[in-house]
């Protein structure tokens, strides 16, 4: 087992036929609060002071690979739905022993999250889709100068894939604060030794994504206490998917904040945690 933070070790959990890789924060005895990641990420890019921050406001924080990232299971070949993705993480969850959980889903973690709240409303204490969308056309697009970073060559060597990252954040970060390199370049560095060759990984996880079509109908059957969070700087999905999203909720709140782009920076942490603790505390009362 690789231990990088203090109080995080990582573990492996059985789910819908997937490995998943997971790590934890915190107080067992506190509600469960899951981290689910976007496109081709793993669970090291949820940084780790964000995550005891998360901790210290009362919450057992777990994140995890999902499956075709990081230290979960790859499945060359194989064709999933987000259905699967999102069946993944209620697996994880009854694996942990967790009837009920608070998610915060960034990117495609949102879109996850949100399928799990719809399809799944008895295990969702409350939800944070943050930098998601719907998947209706039009709404949450990505700027197509961005399309090619996705898509270029996996990085050949640490080094590379880490000065990629950092061109990559250059992109599609936020203007508005100011970025992190160290752990950017460590998060990278520690992505690209856990799973070397992840592009194969991220394009089975991007048809995926292709192919789920507007969740919008299915939305508006989430009933649990939701909260949206958008960076109106964010290039890689426009805020109008996250507009789209808090629309499609019946009683979700819209949070956008000025000049966050797709990532996040430390100097917007306490405005998205407010929001994610707010969000929750809705579902306790």
Request: with cysteine; aromatic share 4%.
């Amino acid at each position: 087992m690789h231990d990088h933070t203090a109080g995080a070790a990582e573990r492996v959990a059985t789910a819908n036929d997937v490995e998943l890789c997971y790590e934890t924060f915190g107080d067992e005895r506190q509600p469960v609060l899951l981290l689910i990641m976007g496109l081709g990420f793993q669970l090291v890019h949820w940084p780790d002071g964000f995550c005891r921050r998360l901790a210290e406001c009362g919450f057992h924080v777990v994140r995890f690979d999902n499956r075709d990232a990081g230290r979960s299971t790859h499945l060359p070949g194989a064709e999933y739905a987000l259905a699967d993705m999102a069946a993944d993480t209620v697996g994880l969850l009854d694996a942990l022993g967790v009837e009920r959980a608070h998610l915060v889903g960034a990117s495609m973690g949102g879109m996850i999250a949100q399928v799990v709240a719809a399809r799944h409303p008895s295990r969702v204490l409350s939800l944070a889709s943050l930098m998601s969308t719907t998947g209706r056309r039009g709404k949450g697009r990505t700027s197509v100068r961005l399309l090619r970073h996705l898509f270029s060559r996996s990085a050949r060597t640490e080094q590379q894939a880490v000065e990629r990252r950092v061109r990559l954040f250059e992109t599609i970060g936020s203007p508005g604060f100011e970025q992190d390199l160290d752990e950017i370049r460590r998060a990278t560095a520690l992505s690209f030794r856990r799973d070397p060759d992840h592009r194969a990984g991220r394009r089975r996880q991007y048809r995926a994504v292709r192919a789920a079509g507007d969740r919008t109908d299915q939305l508006a059957l989430v009933t649990t206490p939701t909260v949206v969070i958008h960076g109106t700087a964010d290039r890689m999905c426009h805020h109008s998917g996250g507009e789209a999203t808090a629309a499609a909720i019946g009683g979700a709140r819209l949070v956008l904040v000025p000049d966050l782009g797709h990532d996040l920076p430390p100097g917007a942490w306490p405005t998205i945690i407010d929001a994610i603790v707010e969000n929750a505390r809705r579902a306790r009362s």
